[in-house]
């Protein structure tokens, strides 16, 4: 295929092929080409990080061998639960995952895996057969494809500028000098590009914050819309590629949902569309339509539930109470942020002509159409505790109730924030998600997305979570909360 001159991903530029048409014998090939010396089998464990399996590449049928037939690892030692007497289990490279390490000290090739247990079948609880099958669920539910993205909030901590000093909460897409960490950004920003990961923008984000001897500072990475299967991949890469460049330059990055009682904490607000045929079946001349409006009721009445998966750790439910544009009642809204959904500014209508003939005087350029409307529904629940991929088969979970229950448009009439502002809250600690979660766990668990074991894994997580919080009232006793939030300084 011709490929594009600003083709960012070294492998597609080498093979001159869609990363989507990956072979083993394709990725063969580009390693000798670009001369890599070793390949990492990825995966992602149940606590929701990357991890590693590294092999030197000791000959041409060595490297087809590991990018075909991938390895055994232990199940016990990656997700909670796993019984150790039973817990060999497979990892199977995806090869349209394969991208060139931008770290390391020797070339390597990358391919994210898939997990089977050893029958071959798909591990019921690894996180990318979750929300594989929810995918597959709502597709065969209502001939749908969720596709998501996430904006992706995160600290780093440095010393504080003496002659540039930032402004507490004043950083919203500052520049430099006065923003900090623009280097760090532009280098993530490069690495994800070239890894296959599809970004909209970064920026700096509003959270400045200045202590004695450190001070944080807020940044956001927008992706770009992909199904709900592969966002949940590129989120994981995105919090690693931010952490080794933060680490490289000697400062920590954290994705914690609260780091301080000075300052906004970590969200991370999920976008979606719904697409048939590579056409949103969600949008009409001036918003979304009664499609979209069902969404935004399956993800309104899975909201409590859904926390379980998107606020993880006690700080989570700090967040919620500290941050002033943090959700509390389960709402939405068009335009506005104070809803737990809401529907951004999509270039509705036949404004952007106009604007660009105005910007722009005298010139006859068309003005491009995008592949797929641009209109996307934001929920604004999840923070950096998030397990994205058990978040965002939730979310497909819940879309699928909002397209097909009788009630959904009533529901969405009578919860929208236009019209009071006396709504259901959203859970006040983890002990209450955790109820949350049982109480709608047949949803879940429904169609066998979601297995009862993970089901249980997951409450259990948050009562022992819940039941490790200091006792007493956080806001009043700030040794403890600081103590909190540093045990939940590094998650996901």
């Known amino acids: 295929m011709p490929i594009d001159t600003f083709e960012p991903h070294p492998i597609v530029r080498t093979l001159g092929k869609s990363a989507a048409d990956f072979t083993a014998g394709d990725l063969v090939r580009a390693a000798e080409q670009l001369e890599l010396r070793q390949v990492n089998l990825r995966y992602v464990g149940g606590d929701g990080r990357l991890k590693t399996l590294a092999f030197p590449i000791n000959s041409r049928d060595h490297l087809t061998e590991v990018l075909t037939r991938g390895e055994r690892v232990d199940g016990s030692s990656v997700f909670a639960g796993t019984d150790a007497n039973a817990s060999d289990v497979y990892v199977v490279p995806r090869h349209r995952t394969a991208f060139v390490n931008p770290f390391g000290e020797r070339p390597s090739l990358d391919v994210l895996c898939s997990f089977y247990d050893e029958d071959g079948a798909p591990l019921p609880y690894a996180r990318e057969q979750v929300v594989r099958r929810a995918a597959e669920a709502l597709q065969a539910g209502t001939g749908m494809t969720l596709e998501a993205f996430g904006e992706l909030e995160y600290y780093l901590v440095d010393t504080p500028d003496p002659i540039y000093p930032v402004e507490e909460e004043r950083g919203y897409q500052e520049s430099g000098p006065f923003s900090k960490g623009e280097r760090i950004r532009e280098q993530v920003l ?12 970064a920026h700096g984000e509003v959270g400045n914050i200045l202590e004695d001897e450190r001070q944080l500072v807020q940044h956001e990475i927008e992706l770009q819309p992909v199904p709900v299967e592969r966002a949940a991949d590129n989120l994981v890469l995105a919090k690693w590629v931010v952490r080794e460049v933060a680490a490289a330059h000697g400062l920590e990055a954290t994705f914690a949902p609260s780091v301080s009682s000075e300052g906004a904490g970590n969200g991370l607000h999920v976008h979606s569309r719904l697409v048939r045929n590579g056409a949103s079946t969600m949008v009409e001349k001036d918003g979304i339509n009664d499609t979209g409006r069902r969404l935004v009721a399956g993800y309104l009445s899975a909201a409590r539930a859904l926390t379980a998966f998107g606020n993880t750790v006690p700080t989570s439910y700090l967040r919620f109470t500290d941050g002033d544009e943090s959700p509390e009642g389960i709402c939405w809204g068009e335009k506005d942020r104070t809803g737990l959904v809401r529907v951004p500014l999509a270039w509705g209508g036949d404004v952007l002509p106009g604007m660009v003939a105005h910007a722009n005087p005298g010139s006859t350029e068309p003005v491009p159409e995008p592949a797929t409307h641009p209109q996307t529904v934001e929920l604004r629940l999840g923070d950096g505790s998030a397990d994205v991929h058990l978040l965002l088969a939730g979310m497909a979970v819940a879309a699928k109730r909002g397209l097909t229950d009788d009630g959904s448009l009533e529901l969405a009439e009578r919860l929208s924030a236009a019209d009071h502002d006396d709504f259901e809250q959203l859970p006040t600690s983890c002990g209450e998600s955790a109820d949350a979660l049982e109480a709608e766990r047949a949803l879940f668990e429904a169609d066998g997305v979601f297995p009862t074991e993970l089901v ?16 007493g009232d956080l806001a009043a006793d700030d040794d403890a909360r600081e103590e909190l939030v540093r045990r939940y300084w590094h998650v996901g």
Do not use: N
């Not at 994800?192 to 909209?200: N, S």
């Not at 894994?457 to 006792?471: C, E, K, Q, S």
């Open 190 to 201: 490069g690495h994800l590009t070239a890894m296959g990961v599809p970004l909209k923008y």
């Open 456 to 471: 249980d894994v997951v409450i259990a997580g948050l009562r022992d979570a819940d039941d490790a919080t200091p006792v």
